[in-house]
């Protein structure tokens, strides 16, 4: 504003100086009305284009305010923009620093919760490690009892013993009197012929084919030796034929007429079995006296032993 204000008084002087020098140029008392009147509008149009150039100034010197007033606006808006944005950021990292110091008081509660379960931790496989000694010690202390346990038991069931005595038995058929298979465990002996029927300690059956004498020995058995006893007034050729089995091992065959029978297992081959059988497959009557099986145990499915 003051610029304008310089520039107007400027163009005044301008004019009161082209006013002085038209004076100047004529003699006094020699002043030419005409010359006078054209002075006056020349010194008018020279005023009125000041006065037009002096508005536009003004004008021009208002639209240099206008703008230098918005563009301070729009920096105090960015200003002002800039610092609410500075604010907000500030505010979120405030934020985000509280929650993480947050966080990190709560991984160093959570560290330290950890550390002390694992200090507890330590000492419960300690008091273990103690228990698991002792345990191991009472383990060994056991498998020492075991083993004479076991040795003393290797030595009770390995007697080879008479385990036929008074088992369960059965046979296929019967000849029609009362010879049972119960005759043939009962350790009775009767050789002569000549005695009552009803004391005959003899088994028979019928002569058809297939005839079988079955002894259930209650257990599972290694068996050594079974012995048969023949009939001894009679007959005694009907045995032949006859086939022993272990279970479902065969152990022997009758091939000649024989008294006794001894059908022995070999001591490097062993046989365990739960049952005997006597099985004639000839069309031959079974005549027994008497069958004892040798053997030793009762032995477990698992039984070391065995």
């Known amino acids: 504003m003051k610029i304008l204000v310089l520039l107007v008084a400027l163009a005044l002087c301008d ?7 038209l004076t100047a140029s ?49 920096t105090l808006s960015s200003r002002s923009e800039l610092e609410r944005s500075m604010l907000e950021t500030l505010t979120l990292v405030n934020t985000h620093t509280a929650a993480t110091a947050q966080n990190i008081a709560q991984i160093k509660s959570s560290l330290s919760g950890i550390t002390n379960r694992l200090d507890s931790l330590e000492e419960k496989v300690r008091i273990l490690d103690g228990k698991v000694d002792s345990e191991q010690l009472s383990v060994m202390e056991m498998r020492k009892d075991l083993t004479k346990i076991k040795n003393r038991q290797e030595q009770t069931v390995s007697e080879v013993r008479l385990i036929s005595l008074f088992k369960m038995s059965d046979q296929t058929s019967h000849d029609g009197t009362h010879r049972d298979s119960d005759l043939i465990v009962d350790g009775q002996f009767m050789f002569d012929r000549n005695v009552l029927e009803s004391m005959q300690a003899y088994t028979k059956t019928d002569a058809n084919p297939g005839n079988k004498l079955n002894i259930d020995l209650g257990g599972l058995f290694r068996i050594y030796r079974v012995k048969v006893w023949n009939v001894r ?14 279970d479902d ?17 070999a001591e490097g081959d062993p046989t365990y079995s739960r049952k005997i059988t006597l099985h004639q497959e000839l069309g031959k009557n079974l005549h027994v006296l008497e069958v004892q099986v040798w053997g030793s145990g009762p032995y477990a499915e698992d039984d070391l032993f065995a």
């Open 15 to 21: 004019v009161c100086l082209t006013a002085t020098n």
């Open 26 to 74: 004529k003699p006094p008392g020699r002043y030419d009305p005409l010359d006078i009147v054209e002075t006056s509008y020349k010194m008018r149009e020279e005023a009125n284009k000041i006065r037009t150039e002096a508005f536009e100034l003004v004008n021009r010197a208002l639209e240099i305010k206008e703008e230098t007033i918005a563009t301070r606006e729009a």
């Open 233 to 246: 007034f009679c007959c005694q050729e009907r045995f032949i034929g006859t086939r022993i089995y272990a």
């Open 249 to 265: 091992r065969m152990i022997g065959v009758a091939l000649q007429a024989k008294a006794i029978y001894s059908f022995d297992v």
